[in-house]
């Protein structure tokens, strides 16, 4: 069997593992439907942009069942990845699903975002999360994991141009980080369209960033002038 053929059957598997674990991970019940919306969703922006070329750690935060860090781990198996997310029932689930899979190159943590930063501040090549938090919430978090000329994305549909830009324009020379790209595909049967934008660390993120636990989502740095 080669890479290839390998990758697929892992990425099916992981899949059939996913909508059928005991706790619900994910709003898909139909495996066809998940590998679509959730498997092609995360790998398409990629295929379009070699933007992981280079990077040896990826940091994926909110990662729930293991979207998009698990996917991304099974495609790449010489990157290591981290896997944080704060529910412990959802980290259970990541280390079984990883077991299954004889996967080899996934760190998983239940932390909080802010308190994953004490620990691995501007460890990491590239960071990313999707679905966890409007867009200037997710890059507070996000943005100090990254080392200085690395990358941060966001999985986002069309309402972000609508509903988040302003914030995200907010936070940028805060965070000290720049928009590098902005990624447009689509996905599922439905052909939905979405966005994967990337952002560019240009400097140090201050040390007062993140903010202590909760205060990001209670405090949205996007609405602060």
């Not at 781990?73 to 259970?92: G, N």
């Not at 999985?155 to 995200?168: A, C, R, V």
């Not at 324009?169 to 934008?197: A, C, P, Q």
Request: net charge positive; hydrophobic share 35%.
């Amino acid at each position: 069997m080669n890479s290839s053929e390998d990758k697929v059957k892992k990425l099916t598997k992981y899949v059939s593992l996913l909508v059928n674990y005991p706790v619900n991970l994910t709003a898909y019940k139909d495996e066809k439907e998940a590998f679509d919306n959730l498997v092609l969703d995360s790998l398409t922006p990629l295929e379009k942009e070699d933007i992981l070329d280079g990077v040896k750690s990826v940091a994926d935060i909110g990662t729930g069942g293991g979207i998009p860090g698990l996917v991304w781990a099974i495609y790449f198996p010489e990157k290591e990845f981290y896997l944080v997310d704060s529910i412990y029932k959802k980290v259970d689930a990541l280390q079984f699903f990883i077991n299954k899979l004889d996967l080899k190159n996934v760190h998983v943590f239940c932390e909080r975002a802010e308190n994953f930063a004490k620990n691995y501040r501007e460890y990491f090549d590239f960071a990313t999360c999707k679905a966890l938090a409007r867009s200037d919430i997710a890059l507070e978090y996000l943005a100090p994991l990254v080392k200085v000329g690395g990358y941060i994305s966001l999985f986002k549909g069309p309402f972000y141009f609508k509903d988040e830009l302003l914030y995200t324009k907010n936070v940028l020379n805060k965070l000290k980080i720049i928009e590098y790209k902005n990624i447009e595909y689509e996905t599922g049967k439905e052909k939905k369209k979405r966005y994967f934008i990337l952002f560019k660390k240009t400097d140090y993120t201050p040390k007062n960033f993140p903010r202590q636990t909760g205060i990001p989502k209670k405090h949205p740095l996007g609405e602060i002038l």
